[in-house]
């Protein structure tokens, strides 16, 4: 059995419009709202990967400490980052299959387009901050493929 975890970033600032979309940075109720969700997560990632977006990155490092999940073995993947469903589906496909348990974060449209594409029940868009889990019936990640996903967490910062 393996289980993805993707989480769409936090909310993100734009207040200084000089900084490029990557560079964009947490606003404080992103901050807030990624240390609650993954405060009361219980189960931790074997593997983690980051867009290398700051706000995902920043969103990744949270959950890692919280989880008291090493921050220097946190994989930044560029494919997470403005890219296309092909992407997403490819990281998670090389990932290792020692790995049981992987957790995804990165940007919407695509992690909510992802995630409906594995599961087919995903009830909505994945809000900032939102947290879906996915579990397949499989021993390895290459064979993960739309609608083999059984949804069985969706946890985002206003359903609390």
Avoid at 62 to 75: D, G, K, Q
Avoid at 91 to 119: C, E, G, W
Wanted: glycine content about 2%; hydrophobic content about 40%.
């Amino acid at each position: 059995m393996k289980k993805l975890f993707l989480v769409r970033h936090a909310k993100s600032d734009w207040n200084n419009s000089i900084l490029k979309d990557i560079e964009r940075p947490l606003n404080d109720r992103g901050y807030s709202n990624a240390n609650s969700i993954s405060q009361h997560f219980t189960e931790i990632p074997e593997l983690i990967i980051t867009s290398p977006a700051v706000r995902a990155v920043s969103t990744a490092l949270i959950f890692a400490r919280n989880f008291n999940y090493n921050p220097s073995t946190i994989l930044i993947k560029e494919e997470l980052y403005e890219t296309s469903i092909k992407e997403y589906l490819s990281v998670i496909r090389k990932t290792d299959n020692s790995v049981q348990s992987l957790m995804l974060f990165a940007h919407n449209p695509i992690i909510s387009d992802v995630a409906d594409l594995l599961t087919k029940t995903l009830p909505m868009e994945m809000p900032t901050c939102c947290m879906a889990g996915i579990q397949f019936n499989t021993y390895t990640w290459k064979d993960i493929k739309a609608g083999s996903g059984n949804l069985f967490l969706f946890d985002y910062p206003k359903k609390n």
